[in-house]
């Protein structure tokens, strides 16, 4: 964390736009992402992810957060007919080649989260997040009802995400299985700031945006803004492995990032929710 501070939300939202526009570039030619494995047929997303979705064939499904649109185009390559939304030009200008290039049925939307309601028309059936989302976000109220308004009644509400418990310890400069209480777990106003290194998809890349801004929200909130947002929670699942390095993980043998196994006890380190938008009368 650093003491820099940013002068109001708008403006960490702007410097974290200005980094994710670095970023993508980054991450176009990363193997982290591996677009030419992508480009070659590839399926980005998660098995209990494609489980719990189930067929997306001819069904109009939403990304939320989509970045540069590999996971997106994922679900195209699946049969759904994608619409992806990112708040970073970079990513959207990029995502919009990729689907051009590999002929897949998807568009992409500029647009902040908060702000997708009045850029873009319609309900679907599927809305979808997933890996790296909330943290960007200062109120995750107003998130899911941004949520709720493009979920058509009787579709639903998919987020697979880092735990918020898995948020709370310090993720760098410590040993592997040392849990060290650092940040908070419930919402809070004021974004924390952390010094940027590289990209999580590369450490030693050159980056000109000195900070990032991130929020953190409870799992308790999360699903209760849902609920009061009009959802109902169909499940909601927490898995023992994060999606991205943090240094008191360790890679299992499965290739998951999980607690090293002499560390007594358990941790969850992401969760998914399913949510369905009931069906009026
Ligand atoms: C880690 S990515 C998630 C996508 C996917 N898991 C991946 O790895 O490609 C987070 C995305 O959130 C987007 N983002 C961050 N803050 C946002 C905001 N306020 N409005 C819209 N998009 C935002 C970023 O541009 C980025 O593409």
């Known amino acids: ?40 047929g590839g399926i980005r997303l998660r098995p209990h992810e494609i489980e719990e979705i189930g067929d997306v064939s001819g069904r109009e499904l939403l990304h939320l957060q989509c970045h540069f649109g590999i996971d997106s185009l994922s679900w195209a390559r699946l049969g759904a007919r994608v619409t992806g939304a990112d708040f970073s ?16 049925d998807a568009r992409f939307v500029h647009s902040d989260l908060y702000d997708l309601p009045e850029v873009l028309d319609g309900e679907f059936d599927i809305v979808y ?18 949520v709720s308004h493009f979920v058509k009644p009787g579709g639903i509400f998919y987020i697979n995400e880092i735990h918020p ?16 209480l650092q940040y908070p777990y419930w919402e809070h106003e004021r974004p924390l700031a952390f010094e940027v290194t590289g990209s999580y998809a590369d450490r030693s890349a050159a980056v000109r945006t000195p900070t990032e801004y991130g929020w953190d929200h409870g799992l308790g909130e999360i699903v209760t803004a849902l609920i009061d947002a009009g959802l109902r929670i169909e499940s909601l699942r927490e898995f ?9 993980l360790v890679r299992a043998e499965d290739g998951k990032l999980r607690l090293p196994p002499d560390v007594p006890g358990e941790l969850p380190l992401s969760f998914s929710i399913l949510a369905m938008k009931p069906t009026l009368g």
């Open 129 to 146: 997040t997933s890996r790296g989302v909330l943290g960007w976000l200062p109120d995750v109220g107003r998130w899911a009802r941004v």
């Open 165 to 180: 418990v898995a948020q709370v310890f310090e993720n760098e400069g410590v040993a592997p299985g040392e849990l060290r």
């Open 240 to 248: 023992p492995w994060a999606e991205w390095q943090l240094d008191f």
């Open 1 to 40: 964390m650093t003491g820099a501070q940013a002068d109001s939300t708008d403006s960490a939202i702007r410097a974290n736009q200005e980094l994710w526009d670095e970023w993508t570039r980054i991450h176009e030619t990363s193997a982290f992402y591996d677009l030419e494995g992508f480009r070659r």
């Open 89 to 104: 030009p970079a990513a959207i200008d990029l995502a919009t080649r990729l689907a051009a290039e590999l002929e897949l």
